[in-house]
């Protein structure tokens, strides 16, 4: 791997991303542990993180960094940034505002399988038209 500016020598050394340069990254609120959502990250947007504490995720379909609340305003601020035993997943515990899906639910884990149908577990708490100007 090449060094990166802004990574740390050792979570570097750790990180085993994938053919695309991409690692998953699961966000959980740090104070609850909901599991509010996950996306992709690549090193620039872990370098951008890192430096800044607002998480900034790799956006695959616009294949661009995506600052996590750019357009809704629903920031994540890093609270602990951990690496699973294998260095293929990232665990951010964030400090999340307002909503973390674009559903205008809290977690993008609103669905349940029960009984073999999918059931919605949490409401919208926000319309996702106000969050995103639509």
Request: hydrophobic share 40%; net charge negative.
């Amino acid at each position: 791997m090449n060094d990166t500016p802004g990574l740390p020598a050792d979570l570097e050394a750790a990180l085993a991303l994938d053919p695309q340069g991409l690692i998953p990254a699961i966000a959980q609120q740090h104070d609850s542990g909901e599991v509010l959502m996950m996306a992709w990250m690549n090193r620039e947007s872990l370098v951008e993180t890192l430096a800044t504490g607002q998480v900034c995720y790799w956006s695959r379909s616009r294949a661009r960094l995506w600052r996590k609340g750019e357009t809704s305003g629903q920031l994540q601020r890093l609270v602990e940034l951990r690496i699973d035993c294998d260095g293929d997943t990232l665990l951010l515990q964030v400090d999340q505002s307002g909503v973390a899906c674009h559903t205008g639910r809290r977690s993008c884990f609103y669905r349940a399988l029960k009984n073999g149908q999918l059931e919605e577990r949490l409401a919208v708490e926000q319309d996702p038209a106000a969050l995103y100007g639509k």
